[in-house]
């Protein structure tokens, strides 16, 4: 416990006698520390033997005393009575005196050696001095920010008869240094050290100066202010450099509340030593708070750390404002802007003959290898986010066939701000996505096999309805729960890949289903362009190119309605299932057609697009194998794995009632056993095929019992529908013959 002791701050006389008479003493002590020296030289680089006035306090100054003497000591605070003896201000610790105008010792700084640096105690807060003793007599005078500067330009030798230095003690000058200095001001010889940041210039300055110079110093701040940067070093951590040195740090996420700016604020030495403190920077008890407990610890004017929060709020105002402008949900990008060369190039495209053939060549060069109907199928859906209905599709295929290179291949060749990708959604995704962030978008999901049941349900929903409202529990404004109902709405065609084929059937009915080209050919064409990948013969600017010309394309169709007034004379097949879905796509179909011809259809006085009858030629030759599908018990891999099949026995003895095994087919077919297993048991469920004899254990032995004549089946429905659109194209015998061209007027 400390014992109160009398202030002996009313006496400097007495504290001044017992300075000069400790001085030689702490002199000696540094002389025998070599340790000490060496730790200086270390830390800060400087030879303190070199500085005649400081030294060192082991704290045995008062041993071999009388009483009395340990009492003045007392009297003096530079001892204090402790419970288990004295303790010395300072003690092993370097010291320092500060001087009076006349050269006398009147306080005493303690410097403690730490691995950034010098840290400063003063003795008595009330008793002015400076530090070192000042030639009035000098022609020049260097003022110093930081003590460890000042003490090496006295180490340097750099202290003569016309020149001197002062140490501006905590980043400023007290009056009795203003004194001293102000002659050295007014003459022009007094220089300030690059360790005085502009900040405290202007301070110095003001203390210092005339009116007309206070009225320049203003200019010199406001220039600084100016250039002033806060730099984001990464998201959770900016910093600004301190006008005092060192530097503010603001780690973490800043509050998005405006009415308050809640940080976790530190500031770096240069020592790398750091202050921290959590504090709201616009309340001014917490800021003022932060200011003391900085400026005690560092001995930096509280003015100087006052006037840095002011400009470290403002920027942080500004970036946070800057956040919210910049903000921008996954749908709410930004548009990616073409230039007019661009666009007019687009143009003529656009209105060249053979434009669809035209974007077919324009995927192919984009990287896409084959698939020549399927890829321009798919383009053509996920341009159709533009029309009043969006398309889907879904690509059903086995592992490793190419269905994300397909889809991710078209997905390039679109504008890039309008693309969605969903890699995985959980159960309520779909719920929470801001009310415009799915209209006019593309969505395309990698794999619809990683979407739980409630996540199908939600696309389905936005598919067919194009709104989700979902009933939330949310608290008003005065605590109590409320119920919220919340709008997502979508306005977005789809791509989609899976490799099950069972995916739930009232997605599967609002989507149109693909698949891959698994033929051998189509393998040799993929090989034969990765070898030319690989060999470097594929040109990656050109691909490019391709693709930008796509996305100009796309960027200059207008979502404009279509009408088709043939639509009343040409009907699906009726051997086609689930009509009620797919006669609504077909139209689509026709609608898409139109619409990226638009630049050559003529137009309605409601500025709607008027199909033509070789749109409708166009979109059944497109979507025939969609079409098709839908008539089909099969997908796509199933159907091209059957027929093989069925080829395979015909040239097999005994034809194709001969019995197979799954290994005869697995070799022949070159196909792994599982993507066999899974073929030849949904044929057993459908019927196709039948078990004759074999063991569970072994192998079995199967032979087809259903053989459909699928080609049958797609000749008869391509012929009904190109035979609707001859009939289209004959002119009328008679005058109450339907006449096409008349329907089109």
Same mark, same amino acid.
């Given at each position: 416990?400390?014992?109160?002791?009398?202030?002996?701050?009313?006496?400097?006389?007495?504290?001044?006698?017992?300075?000069?008479?400790?001085?030689?003493?702490?002199?000696?002590?540094?002389?025998?520390?070599?340790?000490?020296?060496?730790?200086?030289?270390?830390?800060?680089?400087?030879?303190?033997?070199?500085?005649?006035?400081?030294?060192?306090?082991?704290?045995?100054?008062?041993?071999?005393?009388?009483?009395?003497?340990?009492?003045?000591?007392?009297?003096?605070?530079?001892?204090?009575?402790?419970?288990?003896?004295?303790?010395?201000?300072?003690?092993?610790?370097?010291?320092?005196?500060?001087?009076?105008?006349?050269?006398?010792?009147?306080?005493?700084?303690?410097?403690?050696?730490?691995?950034?640096?010098l840290a400063i105690d003063t003795l008595l807060n009330k008793v002015q001095g400076t530090y070192p003793a000042v030639n009035p007599h000098a022609k020049t005078l260097h003022l110093f920010g930081e003590l460890t500067a000042c003490l090496a330009f006295i180490a340097d030798g750099k202290i003569n008869l016309d020149t001197a230095c002062m140490f501006a003690i905590g980043a400023?000058?007290?009056p009795l240094q203003i004194g001293i200095a102000k002659p050295f001001y007014q003459n022009g010889s007094l220089v300030f050290d690059e360790s005085i940041s502009m900040v405290q210039k202007e301070i110095i300055i003001n203390a210092l100066g005339t009116v007309d110079e206070k009225q320049?110093?203003?200019?010199?701040?406001?220039?600084?202010?100016?250039?002033?940067?806060?730099?984001?070093?990464?998201?959770?951590?900016?910093?600004?450099?301190?006008?005092?040195?060192?530097?503010?740090?603001?780690?973490?996420?800043?509050?998005?509340?405006?009415?308050?700016?809640?940080?976790?604020?530190?500031?770096?030495?240069?020592?790398?030593?750091?202050?921290?403190?959590?504090?709201?920077?616009?309340?001014?008890?917490?800021?003022?708070?932060?200011?003391?407990?900085?400026?005690?610890?560092?001995?930096?004017?509280?003015?100087?750390?006052?006037?840095?929060?002011?400009?470290?709020?403002?920027?942080?105002?500004?970036? $946070?404002?800057?956040?919210?402008?910049?903000?921008?949900?996954?749908?709410?990008?930004?548009?990616?802007?073409?230039?007019?060369?661009?666009?007019?190039?687009?143009?003529?495209?656009?209105?060249?003959?053979?434009?669809?053939?035209?974007?077919?060549?324009?995927?192919?060069?984009?990287?896409?290898?084959?698939?020549?109907?399927? $890829?321009?199928?798919?383009?053509?859906?996920?341009?159709?986010?533009?029309?009043?209905?969006?398309?889907?599709?879904?690509?059903?295929?086995?592992?490793?066939?190419?269905?994300?290179?397909?889809?991710?291949?078209?997905?390039?060749?679109?504008?890039?701000?309008?693309?969605?990708?969903?890699?995985?959604?959980?159960?309520?995704?779909?719920?929470?996505?801001?009310?415009?962030?799915?209209?006019?978008?593309?969505?395309?999901?990698?794999?619809?096999?990683?979407?739980?049941?409630?996540?199908?349900?939600?696309?389905?929903?936005?598919?067919?309805?194009?709104?989700?409202?979902?009933?939330?529990?949310?608290?008003?404004?005065?605590?109590?729960?409320?119920?919220?109902?919340?709008?997502?709405?979508?306005?977005?065609?789809?791509?989609?890949?899976?490799?099950?084929?069972?995916?739930?059937?009232?997605?599967?009915? $609002?989507?149109?289903?693909?698949?891959?080209?698994?033929?051998?050919?189509?393998?040799? $064409?993929?090989?034969?362009?990765?070898?030319?990948?690989?060999?470097?013969?594929?040109?990656?600017?050109?691909?490019?190119?391709?693709?930008?010309?796509?996305?100009?394309?796309?960027?200059?169709?207008?979502?404009?309605?279509?009408?088709?007034?043939?639509?009343?004379?040409?009907?699906?097949?009726?051997?086609?299932?689930?009509?009620?879905?797919?006669?609504?796509?077909?139209?689509?179909?026709?609608?898409?057609?139109?619409?990226?011809?638009?630049?050559?259809?003529?137009?309605?006085?409601?500025?709607?697009?008027?199909?033509?009858?070789?749109?409708?030629?166009?979109?059944?030759?497109?979507?025939?194998?969609?079409?098709?599908?839908?008539?089909?018990?099969?997908?796509?891999?199933?159907?091209?794995?059957?027929?093989?099949?069925?080829?395979?026995?015909?040239?097999?003895?005994?034809?194709?009632?001969?019995?197979?095994?799954?290994?005869?087919?697995?070799?022949?077919?070159?196909?792994?056993?599982?993507?066999?297993?899974?073929?030849?048991?949904?044929?057993?469920?459908?019927?196709?095929?039948?078990?004759?004899?074999?063991?569970?254990?072994?192998?079995?032995?199967?032979?087809?019992?259903?053989?459909?004549?699928?080609?049958?089946?797609?000749?008869?429905?391509?012929?009904?529908?190109?035979?609707?659109?001859?009939?289209?194209?004959?002119?009328?015998?008679?005058?109450?013959?339907?006449?096409?061209?008349?329907?089109?007027?």
């Amino acid at each position: 416990m400390e014992t109160l002791l009398p202030d002996s701050e009313e006496n400097p006389y007495h504290t001044s006698k017992l300075l000069k008479e400790l001085l030689p003493h702490f002199r000696k002590a540094l002389s025998g520390f070599h340790k000490v020296r060496e730790e200086v030289l270390h830390t800060c680089r400087i030879h303190v033997l070199a500085i005649k006035d400081i030294g060192y306090n082991n704290g045995k100054a008062h041993h071999s005393k009388d009483d009395e003497y340990a009492l003045e000591l007392k009297a003096a605070r530079l001892l204090r009575v402790m419970n288990s003896g004295y303790r010395w201000f300072g003690k092993k610790q370097l010291v320092l005196p500060l001087y009076d105008t006349d050269h006398n010792p009147v306080n005493l700084m303690a410097l403690k050696v730490t691995e950034t640096g010098l840290a400063i105690d003063t003795l008595l807060n009330k008793v002015q001095g400076t530090y070192p003793a000042v030639n009035p007599h000098a022609k020049t005078l260097h003022l110093f920010g930081e003590l460890t500067a000042c003490l090496a330009f006295i180490a340097d030798g750099k202290i003569n008869l016309d020149t001197a230095c002062m140490f501006a003690i905590g980043a400023k000058l007290n009056p009795l240094q203003i004194g001293i200095a102000k002659p050295f001001y007014q003459n022009g010889s007094l220089v300030f050290d690059e360790s005085i940041s502009m900040v405290q210039k202007e301070i110095i300055i003001n203390a210092l100066g005339t009116v007309d110079e206070k009225q320049e110093a203003p200019a010199l701040a406001e220039e600084e202010t100016e250039q002033r940067t806060l730099y984001i070093v990464h998201p959770h951590k900016l910093t600004l450099e301190a006008s005092f040195g060192g530097e503010w740090q603001v780690v973490g996420n800043l509050d998005k509340d405006l009415a308050t700016l809640k940080v976790t604020l530190f500031y770096q030495n240069a020592h790398l030593k750091k202050f921290r403190g959590k504090l709201d920077l616009f309340d001014t008890a917490q800021v003022q708070k932060y200011s003391e407990g900085l400026s005690s610890q560092e001995f930096i004017p509280e003015e100087l750390i006052a006037l840095d929060l002011v400009d470290l709020t403002a920027l942080l105002e500004a970036h $946070r404002e800057k956040q919210f402008e910049d903000y921008r949900p996954e749908g709410n990008r930004a548009k990616e802007e073409i230039t007019p060369e661009r666009q007019s190039h687009a143009v003529e495209v656009l209105q060249k003959n053979n434009l669809l053939e035209t974007i077919n060549t324009l995927l192919e060069k984009s990287g896409i290898v084959g698939e020549e109907n399927t $890829r321009l199928a798919l383009f053509l859906i996920a341009l159709s986010y533009k029309m009043p209905e969006p398309l889907h599709a879904v690509i059903v295929s086995v592992s490793g066939s190419g269905k994300s290179h397909l889809i991710n291949g078209i997905a390039a060749c679109m504008p890039t701000d309008d693309i969605l990708q969903i890699t995985r959604a959980s159960a309520k995704s779909f719920f929470h996505f801001d009310e415009q962030q799915l209209v006019n978008k593309i969505m395309v999901i990698q794999d619809m096999d990683g979407m739980p049941r409630e996540a199908l349900y939600a696309l389905r929903e936005l598919i067919s309805f194009k709104k989700l409202y979902s009933s939330l529990s949310k608290k008003d404004k005065f605590g109590n729960v409320r119920a919220e109902v919340k709008l997502v709405q979508g306005h977005f065609s789809s791509l989609a890949a899976t490799t099950n084929p069972t995916i739930y059937f009232d997605n599967a009915s $609002r989507s149109l289903l693909f698949s891959v080209d698994e033929s051998p050919e189509q393998t040799e $064409r993929i090989n034969a362009y990765l070898a030319k990948l690989s060999a470097g013969k594929i040109d990656k600017e050109e691909q490019y190119l391709a693709r930008q010309q796509i996305r100009d394309i796309v960027r200059m169709l207008q979502a404009r309605e279509v009408i088709n007034p043939y639509a009343e004379y040409i009907t699906l097949p009726k051997e086609l299932k689930d009509q009620r879905r797919l006669a609504p796509m077909f139209n689509s179909f026709i609608g898409l057609v139109a619409n990226v011809n638009q630049y050559q259809r003529k137009s309605d006085d409601k500025n709607r697009i008027i199909a033509e009858i070789d749109d409708i030629q166009l979109a059944v030759r497109i979507f025939f194998d969609a079409i098709v599908l839908k008539a089909d018990d099969f997908d796509n891999s199933l159907r091209q794995f059957y027929e093989r099949l069925k080829t395979y026995l015909k040239e097999k003895q005994g034809g194709q009632q001969a019995a197979f095994t799954q290994r005869e087919i697995r070799l022949a077919f070159g196909l792994s056993k599982a993507h066999v297993s899974r073929f030849l048991f949904e044929l057993r469920s459908l019927e196709y095929i039948t078990v004759t004899g074999g063991y569970k254990n072994k192998q079995y032995f199967y032979y087809l019992t259903n053989t459909d004549d699928y080609q049958q089946l797609r000749e008869s429905i391509k012929s009904n529908l190109y035979a609707q659109i001859e009939v289209l194209r004959t002119p009328p015998r008679d005058a109450n013959s339907f006449d096409p061209k008349e329907s089109e007027a």
